[in-house]
């Protein structure tokens, strides 16, 4: 079984993280970007220690010529407070347009500083990225990957860094932002449309002795409604009730009157699904 999770930030608003813990099963947090703190990062450390959701940090680097990568080191390191039992992690997708070995440099210093406190660290980059930018390392490889790759393939592409060839004794990679979730971050609890889905490389008993951590798979949606085939209304008018009975006005949710009633199924999209009744003297089955 895969264990799923969500990558958050300032651009995901003020986030239910009730409503997200009963979907995802970690979240990795924006702590900073070059020198400004994550507006969001404390509350949603705060609610992930609440609701026992394993959480990492990661740092959006902003190298460039006289950005020093100790600055932003030290930064990062004020905000971080708490170890993330899912460690902290290097946003490598900035070039600043160094030239590749200063890059390197950059990084390199970068995560040495941060694991000189105790903590671990690993990099998150896309393939297109590292493989552009930075030349081959002696280092890199050993370092945990956190891998965007957006193509909808069964398995991520790796930077050259990370190939098993490279790396022969080591996971190829830990995490895997595998694609944009569009149109549906409410349902999350988000307060924007989108958010970034993560896979994790294993099970659930695989990511506990990873982190230390207890999580436990996430429970099964409830099944679908059973089809009854589709229907056409072919009065002028149909009138949907909360029930069978005839009440009147009282469960007419067709016209959403006062006092009117209904029970959600689900919620889809911000919207509540709802069951009604439609008496079947006002309907034609369309045979679909």
């Excluded at 990492?56 to 190298?63: D, F, Q, S």
């Excluded at 297109?128 to 398995?155: I, S, Y």
């Excluded at 009633?261 to 919620?267: A, D, G, L, M, S």
Aim: hydrophobic share 40%; charged share 20%.
């Amino acid at each position: 079984m895969t264990v799923v999770g969500i990558d958050v930030s300032d651009w995901q608003g003020d986030i239910n993280w009730n409503l997200a813990a009963t979907k995802i099963q970690f979240a990795i947090l924006r702590a900073s970007h070059g020198k400004n703190a994550d507006a969001h990062f404390s509350r949603n450390v705060s609610e992930c220690n609440r609701l026992g959701i394993p959480w990492g940090a990661y740092h959006y680097a902003t190298p460039a010529p006289g950005s020093s990568w100790e600055v932003q080191a030290d930064f990062f390191l004020s905000i971080v407070k708490d170890t993330p039992p899912m460690w902290c992690w290097l946003d490598a997708e900035d070039s600043g347009l160094l030239d590749k070995k200063v890059l390197e440099a950059w990084y390199f210093k970068w995560v040495k500083h941060v694991e000189a406190n105790s903590l671990t660290v690993g990099i998150y980059t896309s393939p297109g990225f590292w493989n552009a930018h930075l030349p081959a390392t002696n280092w890199a490889k050993t370092k945990p990957l956190w891998v965007a790759d957006w193509r909808g393939n069964p398995a991520p592409q790796l930077p050259d860094e990370w190939k098993p060839k490279a790396n022969p004794t080591g996971y190829p990679w830990v995490l895997w932002q595998e694609k944009v979730l569009r149109g549906i971050g409410p349902d999350y609890g988000m307060e924007s449309l989108n958010l970034d889905w993560d896979l994790f490389n294993g099970d659930e008993a695989a990511f506990n002795q990873q982190f230390g951590t207890h999580i436990e798979p996430l429970p099964l949606p409830p099944p679908p409604l059973p089809s009854m085939g589709e229907y056409q209304v072919i009065s002028s008018w149909a009138n949907l009730r909360s029930s069978a009975e005839n009440l009147g006005a009282a469960n007419d949710i067709g016209n959403l009157v006062k006092g009117s009633t209904f029970k959600p199924v689900e919620i889809v999209n911000g919207h509540a699904k709802i069951v009604g009744y439609v008496a079947l003297s006002t309907l034609a089955k369309t045979g679909k």
